[in-house]
T-cell receptor
Framework: EAGVAQSPRYKIIEKRQSVAFWCNPISGHATLYWYQQILGQGPKLLIQFQNNGVVDDSQLPKDRFSAERLKGVDSTLKIQPAKLEDSAVYLC???????????FGPGTRLLVL | GENVEQHPSTLSVQEGDSAVIKCTYSDSASNYFPWYKQELGKGPQLIIDIRSNVGEKKDQRIAVTLNKTAKHFSLHITETQPEDSAVYFCAASAGGGADGLTFGKGTHLIIQP
């Protein structure tokens, strides 16, 4: 079965610009997560969706970050405006109903100059 | 919220020797503890996991132990091979894995030939 797909793989922008990342989870997976992984650290949860509803966004910096999953499948994560400290890898993960394992995509590496 | 500490940050072992990575967690409600392996430029990949009602789990050369009382869990890799070189992350979650994961900072495992 196909894994979690993410695009783009790399993005370089200047501070104060906007950027968007896309995620396509494993087919049939109702739960989708976005994590931020800063260099040298473990991933940190930003937001969790169950179908198209938000389950947990307590660690999402809502003044600049937004995410949506309109049809309960694909998801986009947006940063507007970007700051230098947003430079990180943004990972998308999905989980099947009633299962424990979260499957991660390859991530989008963002560099803010 | 949950806090996961992981040690050591770097571990170098001779090929064929064993490697042990240790983690502690703070939230007694956590009941699901996965371990992920991350290779350069890739997303984390699950290698083994354990639930709080189990003290030990093995899968070929990999084993995980859990001490709920002390809030400790450890990853054991025996007969290490060059392909085991990677960054390993422990994580914890309440809700049996349904919630987002809280990760440790990672251990860079280096297998010396």
């Amino acid at each position: 079965e196909a894994g979690v797909a993410q695009s783009p793989r790399y993005k370089i922008i200047e501070k104060r610009q906007s950027v968007a990342f896309w995620c396509n989870p494993i087919s049939g997976h109702a739960t989708l997560y976005w994590y931020q992984q800063i260099l040298g650290q473990g991933p940190k949860l930003l937001i969790q969706f169950q179908n198209n509803g938000v389950v947990d966004d307590s660690q999402l910096p809502k003044d600049r970050f937004s995410a949506e999953r309109l049809k309960g499948v694909d998801s986009t994560l947006k940063i507007q405006p970007a700051k230098l400290e947003d430079s990180a890898v943004y990972l998308c993960a999905s989980r099947g109903q009633g299962k424990e394992t979260q499957y991660f995509g390859p991530g989008t590496r963002l560099l803010v100059l | 919220g949950e806090n996961v500490e992981q040690h050591p940050s770097t571990l170098s072992v001779q090929e064929g020797d064993s490697a042990v990575i240790k983690c502690t967690y703070s939230d007694s409600a956590s009941n699901y503890f996965p371990w992920y392996k991350q290779e350069l430029g890739k997303g984390p990949q699950l290698i083994i996991d354990i639930r709080s009602n189990v003290g030990e789990k093995k899968d070929q050369r990999i084993a995980v132990t859990l001490n709920k009382t002390a809030k400790h869990f450890s990853l054991h890799i025996t007969e290490t091979q060059p392909e085991d070189s990677a960054v390993y992350f422990c994580a914890a979650s309440a809700g049996g894995g349904a919630d987002g994961l809280t990760f440790g900072k990672g251990t860079h495992l280096i297998i010396q030939p």
